[in-house]
Structures are given as structure tokens and as C-alpha cells.
């Protein structure tokens, strides 16, 4: 069973950045067709997929708030997923899960994190 857990700093201000962990065990991050996305809920919203990376190439994809602000990487060594977030806002306030799916089937996560809380406020 993949089991995923995310960490990072919990309160941020405007503009500044934090980066988030996702460590993985259970199985290699760079297990065939595995694919692996951070995603979001902010309070009284709904879900929101955030950004998604696959198993062993660079292809990455970001949501459109994310474009150039946000950076999803992996290290295969440390079998760890990231999310740096530069230039925050008020509106990336939010629990972000980590979580993964099938490269086929890139939005049907089967395994997730328990989350982790990002508060962005001065």
C-alpha cells in the first residue's frame, strides 16, 4: 500500500515562499505509470488540482494560477515529492494534499495524504 505524507511551514505572508514535502513509502515514486499531483481545498471550496508531475520524466503541469509561481519536482533518491511556492497570495490559503493516480487516469487519485495546512496572511 503507497502511503503518502505531507509537511511543510504552516503561515506564510503576501509574496513569500514555502515549500511543501510529500514523502512517499510503500512503493518507488518511479514505479511505472505512476503519477503523482498536488492538490488543494481552500476553506468552504471545493477540490482544485493544483499541479502534477508523472513518474520518470519532467513532464510537469500546472493550473493556470500556478503558472510561474509554483515548481513541482520529485527526488527519486528520497522517493519525496515537492512544492515550492513562490510569490504568495491570500488566495492559495488551503489544506494541499498530495496524492496519486495512474498515468491513464491522471484526475483518479487512488491514494492520498492527510494533508497540510498553507496560510498565506500578513
Known amino acids: 500500500q503507497v502511503q503518502l505524507q505531507e509537511s511543510g511551514p504552516g503561515l506564510v505572508k503576501p509574496s513569500q515562499t514555502l515549500s511543501l514535502t510529500c514523502t512517499v513509502s510503500?512503493?518507488?515514486?518511479?514505479?511505472?505509470?505512476?503519477?503523482w499531483s498536488w492538490i488543494r481545498q481552500a476553506p468552504g471550496k471545493g477540490l482544485e488540482w493544483v499541479s502534477s508531475i508523472d513518474n520518470d520524466s519532467d513532464n510537469r503541469k500546472y493550473t493556470d494560477s500556478a503558472k510561474g509561481r509554483f515548481t513541482i519536482s520529485r527526488d527519486n533518491a528520497k522517493n519525496t515529492l515537492y512544492l515550492q511556492m513562490n510569490s504568495l497570495k491570500p488566495e492559495d490559503t488551503a489544506v494541499y494534499y498530495c496524492a496519486k493516480s495512474w498515468y491513464w487516469a491522471p484526475r483518479e487519485y487512488d491514494q492520498w495524504g492527510q494533508g497540510t495546512q498553507v496560510t498565506v496572511s500578513s
Open positions: 510503500g512503493a518507488s515514486i518511479t514505479t511505472n505509470y505512476y503519477y
